[in-house]
């Protein structure tokens, strides 16, 4: 058969198996919680199901990008990408979700659905890429400096964040308005907490360099597209907590900020690898 014929089905697995995911995850979230999902109103230019189709198309994309070049055994391999589309979507939006709560309004029954309903969609697309591509057999890399380099990435975070929020989020009149002007937000403890989400970036990107194979280049781009759609993506779901007019801006703050942020962060991991 075809490899190009190989590769659309495959990719067409892992666009269902999303998509399965995330309607099973949510059946499944909803009833452990017994959460009360806002209710869903028209909001901005796709519908819930659109969102749905969408969104697990961009996962799937690069979700077939990495999995094709990663180099370890079957659970190596669903251990990494788990770890990668979980952290990203669910642990490290949570984190921020919790934070901001104040202005989002979720309550603590809502905020466990997430995280069981990520948790499900991720297991499965893991698994389905897991299964659907083998792993290449290549020697084993060490990363040298990681004492160093892992500091440097937590501040490099720091400054696309607030860099972005100040030349992107904060110009826009309505993410000003949602957040009621920022004048209630703690500057300094945010920094704080940017330091704590900085090393779980920093270690994720690890994660992502170490288990995939190819140049520099290569798998640094592949570290900045998960970056950016794992976490952006999910802003096209019509969300009655946060309106259209706030999530746009968001959707391209995000998905721009941490796609150049996962370049540089896998840039610097990589210079420092070693063949075993």
Known sequence: ???YVVFALKFAGVWLALIIGQMAGGMIGQMLTH??????KPDGPLSLTAALVVAAGLFAVVLSAMAPAMRWSFWGRFAALFGLLYGLEAVLSLIEAIYFNAYIHMTDALLWMMALSNAVKAVLAALVCAFLWR????????FTGLYWRIPVIIPLYIVFYFGAGA?????????????????????GQLALLQVGRGLIWALLALLSVASLI????????????????????????????????VRHVHLVEVGV???????????ILLSGRKAR
């Open 1 to 3: 058969m075809n490899r």
């Open 35 to 40: 959460a009360a999902p806002p209710a869903m």
């Open 135 to 142: 792993g290449e057999t290549m020697p084993a890399e060490r």
């Open 167 to 187: 030349l992107i989020a904060w110009q826009s009149a309505d993410v000003r308005a949602y957040y009621a002007q920022g004048f209630h937000i703690d500057q």
């Open 214 to 245: 190819g140049g520099t280049w290569k798998r640094a781009v592949l570290t900045g597209l998960a970056f950016s759609v794992f976490m952006a993506a999910t802003l096209l779901y019509p969300n009655p907590l946060m309106p259209w007019s």
């Open 257 to 267: 900020s941490n796609f150049l942020f996962g370049i540089l962060a896998a840039l």
